[in-house]
């Protein structure tokens, strides 16, 4: 083969290889590490030896295939808490349920309602209790906001963050719902709630509500509704 052809063909590969690394298949790999989000599953469970696990409707639970469930961790100083993050898909809605199982391979899986989850990025883990179904809790805020704001709430628990901004749960709103913000969350039953909203400025600043915390007990069953006005 002549020399110039060989360095036309060289130049054939090089340019078929440049164009390779920006197919549409790299940029949509891109696209999806960035639609996942970690949960982290933390549920408080006595145990006599055996380990928790947990299951679920998503294939990153299990697909509710025991042998399939994400094993949950603890130490000394945690138990009786049990915890383990997974990567799960932003904006999908999983149900789940937690598996004791024996050192002999028998599971128990939890005879209360198969719990949900909505994920979204910032979500705070959950904070469940083996066998306690709970509560999920609906929070509403009226609030006007500058351009870049984002409304939050936390409060003196855990699943609310426990006063850590970082960990509270946000609110979302659209076009129609505006000046309306909502965001929805599990709680334990019967249980002292102590909240508050904030808003967090495009800087990372934020800005805490002016009163007292706001107070509610949860119900020992079904739903939460919270409709406020931000003051």
């Known amino acids: 083969m002549p020399a110039a052809w060989r360095s036309v063909l060289m130049l054939a590969v090089l340019i078929a ?15 999806q590490d960035t639609s996942v989000t970690s949960v982290t599953f933390r549920v408080l469970a006595d145990t006599e030896g055996e380990t928790l696990l ?3 409707s998503a294939p990153q639970l299990g697909a509710w295939d025991p042998a399939k469930a994400v094993p949950l961790g603890t130490t000394a100083s945690a138990y ?11 904006g999908t809605t999983v149900q789940y349920k937690y598996i004791k199982r024996s050192p002999t391979g028998t599971v128990t899986w ?24 709970p509560v999920t809790a609906t929070f509403h805020a009226t609030a006007t906001t500058s351009w870049g704001q984002n409304v939050y709430v936390t ?9 850590d901004p970082a960990k ?3 609110l979302t709103t659209g076009s129609a719902a505006y000046p309306l913000w909502s965001g929805a969350h599990q709680l334990p039953p019967n249980t002292p709630v102590q909240y508050k909203y904030f808003k967090k ?15 509610v007990v949860t119900p020992t069953t079904g739903a939460l509704t919270l409709n406020d006005t931000w003051r």
């Open 168 to 170: 509270a749960l946000p």
């Open 54 to 56: 947990v299951s679920g």
């Open 80 to 90: 009786p808490h049990w915890a383990a993050s997974v990567q799960l898909p932003v």
């Open 110 to 133: 939890e005879s209360t309602p198969n719990r949900t989850l909505t994920v979204s990025p910032g979500v705070p883990g959950n904070d469940d209790r083996w066998n306690v179904s």
């Open 155 to 163: 409060g003196n628990l855990p699943d609310l963050g426990s006063w």
């Open 17 to 31: 290889g440049l164009l390779a690394g920006t197919a549409p298949h790299a940029r949509a790999a891109t696209t």
């Open 201 to 215: 400025n495009p800087d990372g600043t934020i800005t805490w509500e002016s009163g007292d915390n706001r107070t």
